[in-house]
């Protein structure tokens, strides 16, 4: 088991380069903004540009680019400057996970504590009214995008704009250390927009997993040995339904932690998808591959997670 | 066919339907049967006879799957049909207990087959799990399964087909049932395994004195255990008589093809097998008349428009046989089939008019 969670971690960090060279061709050989010029500002000379490419390292060769960013990168995690602000791009993110962290754990939970309940339901009352009406609804949410419920929320129930004032608006995040009580005001519509969406396909992969394995043979035979019902739906049934939810559960997590752009665009948090989505209106390459980067490291965590985590819950599963 | 007292288990006049998109589907379609104390019944039929439905019902393992279900189940007196699910899950593992066809698919594959036999046994007392543990590792020792201190921590995959089968019925025995239904018990098992899982349940049920159901596609794997078999069809039983009366003097045409689809060891090696013309009747539009006739030999016109009951056998009131053929002609039929003529000639020696094979043929061989 050791020997296998070390191969796959040398395999992520294969992925990792891969990953990084991917996005270091992609954003100099796409025409995109020069960045030396937008850094110099309006009406720069000629002589500035290039002294400003010469410093940012953007007129070495580009092979010589990715070797130096990949030496800093493994010898001191230094992710680089942000083209624009100059900021050190990993100080950025650190600054800026929080944020993130706070807003997808704290959906994380909703979206689990929201959906898997239903689903269970539905699952058990099949075509029933409650299993059409939460089925019927879960496919609204999931239709919904979430930019959109963002704004029809703010325009609902913002303090500063709300039809209905009730909880606090865009922009007003405060840090949990600085503000217990401000940060978590502040994140609730931001978590029921997040959550929505996900608690709505949950709550239907749930329904189905849980459909699936109450036919299955050994719910009969837990029910023959005169099981109460209770236990046989959830200590059998859903013990062995909810496996397939775990795997997505990691994963949505992880590309979440790499940053929810919209919602924390529309929410204006000052979390790692903010910050990149700032750095591509900017060209802030610098950003934008450290972004990427934790995004993919997040996502590749959160396989490896996921696969030790079914060795556990699945007896039958062995490392190979 | 009852045996010494009042029986343990009267099942009168069973009626399982399904409705599906389709249409409504009478799986079990009124049957009736007794089983004494301590005593074996053999139900065989094809897949699609609706033997495993009728023998689910008995557990009220039906009712979940939305069935609707009809008649009476007396156990030691009491309608099981008329119990509340919490009533009826008293009985379950408890009185009457079941093993199921495929011994993989019915253990959880997450849980340790120990533990689920805790689980069985707490279900009905309320035993610390240590006790309970201690019972299940007697219960594995009392199965055959070798090292059962180190066996009852396995997970179901650990396991070979014939041991998963033996820690099944391990869990079936656990609560001491008065009855167990085995269902289709040794299909899923190597041929090798087969007997031995038999023997198995013979052993149990001399030593703990449970009644027996044995449900079955295979003639022969009642023929040493069941005292009484009942031959079903269709979702009826055709015929129903001591395993002797089944095996010797057999009075449906539908009984003959099965006898005759078993292969004997001392018989001529070129013996040709006789398979039962065409395919089971779909459940939701059974033939008219006898059920069976479509795919009967002998079928008579007549056959398709009267729909026959079960009537004693004469001489014989434990034998009834629901055939719409005259006793003596049935009786010719199969000492001509004995002989080991084709039902064609054995139809002609009876003095059978021309069957109604045209029929037969569009059943779809």
């Known amino acids: 088991m050791t020997r296998y969670i070390v191969r796959r971690i040398l395999w992520g960090v294969l992925l990792l380069v891969l990953v990084s060279a991917l996005t270091f061709v992609l954003f100099r050989i796409l025409p995109t903004a020069d960045p030396a010029r937008l850094r110099a500002g309006h009406n720069a000379s000629p002589k500035v540009i290039a002294q400003i490419r010469v410093d940012l390292g953007l007129n070495k060769p580009l092979i010589t680019q990715f070797w ?113 009580g401000k940060w978590f005001s502040s994140l609730i519509l931001p978590w029921l927009v997040l959550a929505a969406g996900f608690a709505a396909i949950y709550a239907r992969v749930m329904r189905g997993s849980l459909i699936e394995t109450m036919g299955q043979d050994y719910i009969r035979t837990a029910r023959a040995k005169g099981l109460p019902e209770r236990q046989v739906v959830l200590r059998h049934g859903v013990r062995a339904a909810i496996t397939p939810i775990l795997t997505i559960f990691a994963l949505d997590v992880g590309v979440l932690l790499g940053g929810a752009v919209l919602v924390e665009t529309v929410f204006d948090i000052p979390g790692i998808g903010r910050l990149n989505y700032d750095a591509i209106t900017h060209a802030d390459f610098p950003i934008i591959q450290g972004t990427v980067l934790i995004a993919a490291l997040f996502i590749i965590v959160a396989n490896i997670l996921v696969d030790i985590a079914y060795a556990y819950l699945d007896p039958r599963v062995r490392f190979s | ?153 396995a997970y179901p995959h650990e396991l070979s087909g014939g041991m998963r089968q033996r820690a099944m019925i391990a869990m079936a025995l656990a609560n001491e049932p008065k009855l167990l239904i085995a269902d289709e018990p040794t299909t899923a098992l190597d041929v090798t395994v087969q007997a031995q899982i038999l023997e198995l349940l013979e052993r149990l049920q001399r030593e703990l004195s449970m009644a027996v159901v044995l449900v ?121 089939l004995r002989e080991g003529r084709p039902p064609e000639q054995a139809a002609a020696a009876a003095g059978l008019p021309a069957p109604l094979l045209p029929s037969a043929a569009e059943a779809g061989v």
């Not at chain 1, 990168?73 to 950025?92: C, K, P, T």
């Not at chain 1, 269970?120 to 059409?132: F, G, T």
């Not at chain 2, 008293?90 to 997450?110: K, N, T, Y």
Request: some cysteine; charged content about 20%; aromatic content about 8%.
């Open chain 1, 68 to 180: 130096l960013y990949m030496k800093g990168l493994f010898l001191h995690f230094d992710l680089g400057y942000s083209y624009y602000s100059g900021a050190s791009v990993r100080s950025l993110i650190f600054d800026r996970l929080p944020a993130t962290l706070s807003l997808t754990l704290g959906a994380a939970f909703l979206w689990m504590a929201i959906g898997l309940p239903i689903g269970i339901v539905s699952a058990l009352r099949r075509r029933s009214r409650m299993d059409r009406a939460s089925m019927g609804t879960a496919l609204v949410f999931v239709s919904m995008p979430e930019y959109w419920l963002g704004l029809i929320v703010l325009y609902l129930f913002a303090a500063d704009i709300g039809q209905v004032k009730v909880f606090p608006g865009a922009g007003s995040y405060a840090g949990l250390t600085s503000d217990p």
């Open chain 2, 216 to 336: 079955t596609h295979d003639l022969g794997v009642v023929a040493e255990m069941a005292d009484h078999i009942a031959v079903m069809y269709a979702g009826r039983i055709v015929e129903v008589a001591s395993a002797e009366r089944i095996f010797t003097a057999p009075e449906h045409p539908y009984t003959w093809g099965l006898l005759q689809s078993i292969p004997t060891l001392d018989g001529p090696r070129e013996e040709l097998l006789e398979p039962i013309a065409g395919n089971p009747p779909s459940p939701l539009a059974p033939p008219s008349g006898c059920r069976f006739h479509p795919r009967c030999p002998y079928a008579q016109p007549e056959h398709a428009r009267t729909d026959p009951i079960l009537q004693p056998a004469p001489g014989h009131p434990d034998h009834r046989v629901a055939c719409l053929l005259a006793p003596e002609v049935r009786r010719r039929l199969w000492s001509e």
């Open chain 2, 1 to 153: 066919m009852s045996a010494a007292g009042d029986p343990l288990l009267r099942v009168e006049d069973l009626r399982v339907s399904f409705s599906t998109e389709d249409g409504l589907v009478q799986a079990v379609d009124g049957i009736s049967y007794e089983l004494g104390r301590g005593g074996t019944l053999g139900i065989v039929g094809e897949s699609g006879s609706g033997k495993t439905v009728a023998a689910l019902s008995v557990l009220g393992l039906t009712r979940t799957q939305g069935a609707r279900v009809s008649g009476r189940i007396g156990f030691e007196g009491r309608d099981l049909l008329a119990l509340s699910d919490e009533e009826l899950r008293r009985v379950r593992g408890e009185e009457i207990a079941m093993v199921f066809q495929d011994p993989l698919s019915s253990l959880h594959p997450l849980f340790r087959v120990g533990a689920q036999i805790v689980e069985a046994i707490r279900a009905h007392r309320s035993v610390a799990k240590v006790k309970a543990r201690a019972r299940a590792i007697e219960l594995f020792e009392l199965v055959g399964i070798p090292d059962p201190a180190r066996r009852v921590d």
